[in-house]
């Protein structure tokens, strides 16, 4: 992102978002700002699957706006998500609401199995442009 793309406070990420530079968008498109987060994983802050984690600046507005919002962090935060792999790239309070949604039902429902299909939605998401932001 450009230095002074916040420069007004957090926005939310859009689609073509006007903030990231040339290089940002290869490595966004190549998915590389993701690596990171694996160390995340292996401290044991982080697991692979599971709800992702919200920016700080957005969790208090959507806990205000989304009722149950807070339930999501009942589960350890991922690098990918049952919402990640079935809904949208989001931008929006109404998109942070759908996707709580799937969030919730991972929750409720985690397994082995569940975790397997969504690692395969994954790899479909990494490796085709669908996903791409």
Known sequence: MRTDAE?????????????????GKIIRKTRIDELPQLWNVL????SLI????ERPEFVSELEKEIPFYSLRHAVKPG???????CYPYGSSVEDA???LEYDLYYAKNMSILLDVRIILKTIGVVLFPK???
């Open 50 to 53: 599971g709800p992702r984690p």
């Open 97 to 99: 609401r759908r996707k």
């Open 131 to 133: 996903g791409a932001r």
């Open 7 to 23: 420069k007004n406070g957090a926005v939310w990420a859009m689609k073509s978002d006007p903030r990231v530079t040339k290089v």
């Open 43 to 46: 401290k044991g802050e982080m």
């Open 79 to 85: 690098v990918t998500g049952w919402a990640q792999v």
